[in-house]
């Protein structure tokens, strides 16, 4: 009752006296645990589509163009820009995505947004997607926590980045009705040593067949916004002098050498975003048992270059493929 205590006071005793404050807070408590172990996807609604309907639509219709390269294929090289942008060059890539053979999914992405020298690991047990939450795999996660080469990222980190988020819808297409998990990890301005040491880290992950690497990266940032406007005149367009520069290092990243590639980024300086991702991969393949090969199958601009106050980005899509037998001695 709701009528004053004097008339009502005893009757609504007897109601409350039902009441256990200390099962509320600890249900209270576990909902918000539970909240919390949960990344938010922070860019649906502006980077892609939050309606689950309009996404896998759009993500269906990107997948029917692309072509199948190899569904043998054990990683991938992937851009992270806006699906307006970058989805068509994405699903070149998670095309070759076969959900029946593997367990879980290693993305690796650069920071944007904090500098840290080192590679991060997430705390969440779950990535939201609009298409289903995607899990972590906590024991890989905590197996190379144990190294005590890795950071944890803390939420706001973790819900800022873009590279690592921008891969889940396409993972939650290509696996869904799979028991597939996830394995984010953000990588920072890592030297060569520190990309040698992650490559041959990850080089057992790499050699197990339930396995699948999406390395996250951008190709050329080209405009004075950008900071970076470098143009060969023998090339005469801008943005054929773009497309060039990146080849050349689209090149030397099939070329599997490490140092081919550190090479060609100390004399272009180009603005591939997920470098060093890309650099952990090489690694990762030069220490391997297997041989690989890798090859480009997409590329693509956001728009071309024509005068020094236009701008643009790259995107390209590579396919990783183990060979049969182990590598050569």
């Known amino acids: 009752p709701h009528a004053g205590y004097s008339y009502s006071g005893p009757t609504a005793a007897w109601s409350f006296k039902n009441l256990d404050s200390s099962q509320i807070k600890r249900d209270e408590k576990d909902e918000m645990a539970q909240v919390n172990k949960i990344r938010s996807a922070s860019h649906a609604g502006s980077w ?37 942008y970058s989805g068509p060059t994405a699903a070149w890539s998670f095309k070759n995505l076969d959900s ?18 080192k590679c991060a690991l997430s705390k969440m047990e779950e990535y939201e997607t609009p298409l289903g939450n995607l899990r972590l795999d906590q024991a890989i996660i905590k197996e190379l926590y144990s190294s005590g080469e890795f950071e944890w990222m803390g939420r706001k980190v973790d819900e800022d980045e873009h590279s690592i988020e921008m891969q889940l819808p396409y993972i939650a297409e290509m696996t869904k009705g799979s028991d597939v998990s996830i394995i984010p990890i953000m990588v920072g301005n890592t030297s060569p040593e520190a990309e040698e040491m992650y490559g041959k880290m990850l080089a057992k992950y790499l050699d197990d067949p339930s396995n699948f690497f999406a390395i996250s990266s951008d190709f050329c940032h080209w405009g004075k916004r950008f900071d970076y406007t470098y143009r060969n005149e023998a090339d005469g367009s801008i943005w054929k002098s773009i497309e060039n520069l990146d080849r050349e290092g689209m090149n030397a990243i099939e070329s599997q050498n490490p140092k081919t590639f550190y090479t060609y980024q100390k004399k272009t300086k180009n603005t591939i975003c997920g470098r060093h991702p890309i650099g952990i991969l090489l690694q990762a393949m030069q220490a391997s048992q297997f041989g690989w090969s890798l090859n480009f199958v997409s590329y693509a601009q956001s728009s071309k270059c024509v005068k020094m106050s236009d701008s643009s980005v790259s995107y390209a899509a590579a396919v990783v493929v183990q060979e049969e037998s182990p590598a050569s001695p």
């Open 48 to 84: 892609y589509s939050n309606s689950r309907t309009e996404l896998s639509r759009q993500l269906k219709g990107w997948l029917d163009v692309a072509e199948l390269t190899n569904l043998r294929a054990r990683a991938i090289i992937t851009p992270h820009a806006g699906y307006s």
């Open 100 to 117: 029946s053979q593997i367990k879980r999914v290693f993305i690796l992405g650069p920071s944007h947004h904090v500098y840290l020298e």
